[in-house]
């Protein structure tokens, strides 16, 4: 079984400062990791993904995730926001093998961006 | 390279009316799958498709749910005698697995479900 926590539910930060969103997994099998955003009333978009290889991942936008396996973390950072980050952000975990890697998200956390 | 897409985008229904939504994955896209999202939660897994075989179904998706992909192609979620209950964003995905990668799913915009 796997599950994704997600630590506050909504972050607000000023513009130009770090964005820090938490995501915690549980999984009995090694997992593939991933953050997607969301804006309103539309579809997620990929922004990152971990499958294995390096630990510390970069993508879109400015982001970045690290894969801690010791503390089965996987936060997504930024060093600077920018109002255009504004948006709900979902870790997902999948297995790496099998279960037709469907993915499982956390409850989301929404991001707020204030001048 | 179009992406995901879906239709309609919106759908308000009666209680107890069926109800069709339809995705068209990314062409060379071999699998496809079906999650829903209600309000304030992350999507939850209902089914998914490799080419046209539907190989699993989360508890989730009752009997009044039915999925298909014929031909490997796009794909239909129905759901018969909808409740208060079914009103949710239905958002549909595909990847292209390969021997080696392709884990990563790409969303369409989602159809969103009101029951009255």
């Known amino acids: 079984a796997q599950s994704v926590t997600q630590l506050g539910s909504h972050v607000s930060v000023s513009e130009g400062a770090l964005v820090l969103l938490r995501c915690n997994y549980s999984s009995s099998v090694p997992p593939y990791l991933f953050w997607y955003v969301q804006y309103p009333n539309q579809g997620l978009q990929l922004l990152l993904k971990?499958?294995?290889?390096?630990?510390l991942v970069k993508g879109i936008n400015g982001f970045e995730a690290e894969f801690k396996k010791s503390e089965t973390s996987f936060h997504l950072t930024k060093p600077s926001a920018h109002m255009s980050d504004a948006a709900e952000y979902f870790c997902a975990v999948s297995p790496a093998q099998g279960g037709g890697n469907k993915l499982t998200f956390g409850t989301g956390t929404q991001l707020k961006v204030e001048l | 390279d179009t992406g995901v897409s879906q239709n309609p985008r919106h759908k308000i229904t009666k209680r107890g009316q069926n109800v069709t939504f339809r995705c068209d994955p990314i062409s060379e896209h071999n699998r496809l799958y079906w999650y829903r999202q209600t309000l304030g939660q992350g999507p939850e897994f209902l089914t998914y498709f490799q080419n046209e075989a539907q190989l699993e179904k989360s508890r989730l998706l009752s009997d009044r749910f039915s999925a298909e992909r014929p031909k490997g192609s796009f794909s239909t979620l129905e759901i018969q005698r909808t409740e208060q209950g079914d009103s949710a964003m239905y958002l549909c995905?595909?990847?292209?697995?390969?021997?080696?990668?392709?884990?990563?799913?790409?969303f369409g915009p989602g159809t969103r479900l009101t029951v009255t």
């Open positions: 971990y499958t294995s290889a390096a630990t």
């Open positions: 995905a595909s990847s292209l697995k390969t021997g080696t990668g392709g884990y990563e799913q790409y």
